[in-house]
T-cell receptor, first 115, second 109 residues
Framework: DAGVIQSPRHEVTEMGQEVTLRCKPI?????LFWYRQTMMRGLELLIY????????DSGMPEDRFSAKMPNASFSTLKIQPSEPRDSAVYFC?????????????FGPGTRLTVL | RKEVEQDPGPFNVPEGATVAFNCTYS??????FFWYRQDCRKEPKLLMS???SGNEDGRFTAQLNRASQYISLLIRDSKLSDSATYLC??????????FGKGTMLLVSP
């Protein structure tokens, strides 16, 4: 299995621009998670999906952030408009059926820099 | 109070040393506990689960003290390849995990 795939791996953009991050979970995994990691705050859960349905988005910092999962093999996290404080590493993770949701498999991350 | 607290380190140890990391969590209803490892500029990966009776995986031993809400990880015979950040992770009964900020370990020759 290829593991969780994220793109792009690096993104540099200017303040005010729209940013779209992409994730392909491991085939057969029912759960998908989006995290953000910074030195100051560590790894924070933004939102997670179960069977393509958003379950908890309480970690999404504000309305500028949105996430979708149109099908079982694809999810996006969009920031519009982006701000310098959004600079971070964004990880996508997936997990199999609920009995083992505790084991999350992370993608390599997208390193976002907003100038 | 933060949900999961760890000493950020770094812990600098020579090869062959034994090193221990500790972690405390605030939610007494927490049900599952883990240690993840994160190499520099890489993604976190599951190192091991932590069971109430304590468990061992090779050179790694994890302990849980529910009464004190405390988790530990012991690494024996440290290798250079053990250099990484170790994240204490708690599942609080739903499908989500709460991560500590991690403890950095540096093993030197």
């Amino acid at each position: 299995d290829a593991g969780v795939i994220q793109s792009p791996r690096h993104e540099v953009t200017e303040m005010g621009q729209e940013v779209t991050l992409r994730c392909k979970p491991i085939s057969g995994h029912d759960y998908l998670f989006w995290y953000r990691q910074t030195m100051m705050r560590g790894l924070e859960l933004l939102i997670y999906f179960n069977n393509n349905v958003p379950i908890d988005d309480s970690g999404m910092p504000e309305d500028r952030f949105s996430a979708k999962m149109p099908n079982a093999s694809f999810s996006t996290l969009k920031i519009q408009p982006s701000e310098p404080r959004d600079s971070a590493v964004y990880f996508c993770a997936s997990s199999p059926l609920r009995g083992s949701t505790d084991t999350q498999y992370f993608g390599p991350g997208t390193r976002l820099t907003v100038l | 109070r933060k949900e999961v607290e760890q000493d950020p380190g770094p812990f600098n140890v020579p090869e062959g040393a034994t090193v221990a990391f500790n972690c405390t969590y605030s939610n007494s209803a927490s049900q599952s506990f883990f240690w993840y490892r994160q190499d520099c500029r890489k993604e976190p990966k599951l190192l091991m689960s932590v069971y109430s009776s304590g468990n061992e995986d090779g050179r790694f031993t994890a302990q849980l003290n529910r009464a004190s809400q405390y988790i530990s990880l012991l690494i024996r015979d440290s290798k250079l390849s053990d250099s990484a950040t170790y994240l204490c992770v708690v599942n609080s009964g739903y499908s989500t995990l709460t991560f500590g900020k991690g403890t950095m370990l540096l093993v030197s020759p």
